[in-house]
């Protein structure tokens, strides 16, 4: 009798403000399940997010289907949805799997909530293997990295419209059909807020042409508009960057390009953005974290502010709105450093910044710096791990204290975003059809970061 798998994508809404950034397609999910697929096995993925789940809503589901396997992928915030979803199903004639960030960070933790296998790294391999009834040593399984260009194409077809419309959006998606991709996994940078345990440090990148197909399959079979690129680092190879965007420009698709997960700003070139540009670019987001030389250098980002200053204006010149993410409390922050960060970001002509508070990730060395020199973290439940929450939740000797690091998030907020020449400049966007969405997403962002200050 063939086995049957249902995968699920937690439901992050349990943080207030998450209905405010995205409701992302699950691809990872997506591509675990096309290896199933293709090895003839039975799968369906169950999202919970946009379809709004209680942890009893699903666990209903999940006895009414009666799977053999139920997969959970789990990123900090919906740590404890998946664990209260979990315990109404152990009793269930069926393994129970967890992967992702999370768990990879804290496998221990999954096993004591009642998860029978727990992967950490890349799960198509290993899943693939524990439906076919291959014996596992142990409850914690250690995946090896895989080769992506030997992976078949994500099985969007599970998802409602092929994940490529509503209720599927990104925070700026401004055209639909849509679709994000990944052409590569792992980033060779050491940045102590990212999470490595999953892809890890060896970049691989799938070649020009993989990645042409899936988007030849993208344009033929659902008609996309815009391509939203969600790699760690797709820029690391300037070179291969460059001819995956002479292969889309060549194909005359008339696509429109956004970078939302930030690229290297030393990896950027005249030449670089020319090709982007005449590909369909028309978002780039820059990881700039700090304006602080010394905060940006302990990260390691293993860049400039003179580096990053060049590339911003290169982009500027070449016609692509540009985006910057700053993190305020990083390890070493005081107000003094800080404030540099405001001054640096308010100085460059940014059409949108991006502003989160530091969170310390469980898997991260973050997480493990914070431990190893007497830091306190407070931890109240996992959903609180949200990078948007406009909160501190750890404190280190010899910087600024949780309440001043909240305070320079919020007056930040207020310096890029409520000055009179940034209003007037926007007006056009806000009263327009097309985007008018989009900036109305981002002003509740923004009024979200500021609503306690009265309180604090």
Known sequence: MS???????????VKKDASYWAANPPLGLCYLASVLEKNHISVEILDCHVRNLSASQTARI??????????????????DWCYAVVKKIKKLPLTIIAGG??????????VKKGFDYVVVGEGEQVLLDIVQGKKMTGKII???????????????HLLVKGGTDKPYFSSGTLYYPWAPIITSRGCPYNCYFCNKKTFGYQFRPRTPENVLKEIDSLVANYQVREI???DDCFNYDIERAGKI?????GRRYDLHLRFSNGLRADKITPRLLRKMKKAGTEYIAYGIESGDEKVLAQIPKVETLKQIEKSIRMTKKAGITMVGFFIFGLIGDTLTSMQKTIDFMVKLPFDQVIL??????????????IKENKGKLFIKNWQDFFNTSGKMLYHLPGMATPSEVEMMYRRANRAFYFRPKYIIKQMPKLLSFKTMPVMYRGLRRILYALKNEKNN
């Not at 086995?3 to 809404?13: A, G, T």
């Not at 250690?142 to 969007?156: C, G, Q, S, T, W």
């Not at 965007?245 to 420009?249: E, G, R, V």
């Open 142 to 156: 250690m995946a090896k990295p895989l080769n992506p260009n030997r992976l078949p194409l994500p099985a969007r």
């Open 356 to 369: 989160n508070i530091a969170t310390p990730f469980p898997g991260t060395k973050m997480w493990q710096m």
């Open 101 to 110: 960030p999370h768990v990879s960070g804290l496998p221990q933790e999954a």
């Open 228 to 230: 939203d690129f969600y």
């Open 62 to 79: 999940i006895r009414q289907k009666k799977p053999d396997f139920v997969g959970f992928s789990i990123l900090t915030p919906a740590a």
């Open 245 to 249: 965007m002479d292969l889309i420009a």
């Open 3 to 13: 086995k049957s798998v249902i995968l699920i994508q937690p439901n992050y809404r």
